[in-house]
């Protein structure tokens, strides 16, 4: 039996909410869902989901203790053994872009790396980030998804603009180089592997100007592998509006299908938030 993951940055989920994500939610054939971008509470995030809750979808989140910015979680058919918060950083245990889930097996992760700014204080928080997530990444063992708005365009093929933005925070340097040192260390880009030659696909474009209509996009959305899960996937795609007003955040679900998914899905099944420790 196969298993669909998506990953999709909802841009706010009490505003995804009333937007479509709600009927997106309850037509798509996907197992588990990663959200980013919550921008809200634990109790606020359960709320805006109801509808979904009410269906069957089981809520994990991570609440940001920025009030307005970041906050992850993960929705799933069945409900998972286990949920941490955070990756053991002291600085940024409470800032709600860490979550993840143990499905027996494997463990599924929703990640929010930080936007940044070049030559900001932003930016330099955003390294500090990547330094911390990145240790913590390759220090682990076993079976392990982690998705998510990684905020980094890996290469020239990622964006559609890629000369007009080699200084610009998400297509930098150091960044590349940091998702490059993930890939060495034995993590794959499945989406990436299933595509190598296309263009994107993308899962981003800005509200401003024409850049949805034009698909000037970047492909910053992604879904990392331990290369034993990679193997497994069969499928990826971006699943874009047709239409500009049809869109429900300024990105797009990224989908991936495995023709298994070891461990999941679990027997159990939970409530409509389940409890989470602290890593």
Not at 32 to 61: K, M, N
Not at 142 to 169: M, R
Not at 172 to 186: D, F
Not at 239 to 262: C, G, I, K, M, N
């Amino acid at each position: 039996m196969s298993t669909i993951l998506s990953t999709v940055n909802v841009n706010g989920v009490r505003a995804a909410a009333t937007k479509g994500m709600l009927a997106w939610l309850a037509a798509t054939e996907a197992d588990i869902v990663c959200l980013q971008e919550t921008r809200a509470t634990d109790a606020q995030t359960a709320a805006a989901l109801a509808p979904a809750l009410d269906a069957g979808w089981v809520l994990s989140h991570a609440e940001p203790e920025s009030k307005g910015r970041a906050g992850v979680g993960i929705l799933s058919r069945r409900a998972p053994k286990a949920v941490r918060v955070g990756f053991g950083s002291t600085e940024f245990a409470a800032s709600g872009r860490y979550i993840e889930a143990d499905f027996d097996e494997v463990t599924v992760a929703s990640v929010y790396v930080h936007s940044g700014e070049e030559n900001t204080p932003k930016q330099d928080e955003k390294y500090r980030f990547m330094a911390e997530f990145g240790a913590y990444l390759k220090a682990r063992t076993g079976d392990f998804v982690v998705s998510g708005d990684w905020n980094i365009a890996p290469a020239e093929v990622d964006l559609k603009n890629w000369k007009g933005n080699q200084k610009s925070a998400g297509f930098l340097p150091e960044e590349r180089a940091w998702i490059a040192e993930l890939l060495a260390a034995g993590y794959v880009d499945v989406v990436r592997a299933l595509h190598p030659d296309v263009a994107g696909p993308y899962s981003w474009w800005s509200y401003r100007g024409r850049a949805f209509d034009n698909d000037s996009g970047w492909r910053i959305d992604a879904v990392y592998t331990t290369e034993h899960i990679a193997q497994f996937a069969t499928d990826a795609r971006v699943e874009r509006a047709a239409t500009y007003d049809q869109r429900w955040s300024d990105h797009a679900p990224v989908t991936v299908t495995f023709s298994e998914l070891p461990g999941y899905p679990v027997t159990e099944v939970g409530s409509a938030l389940v409890g989470v420790s602290t890593a």
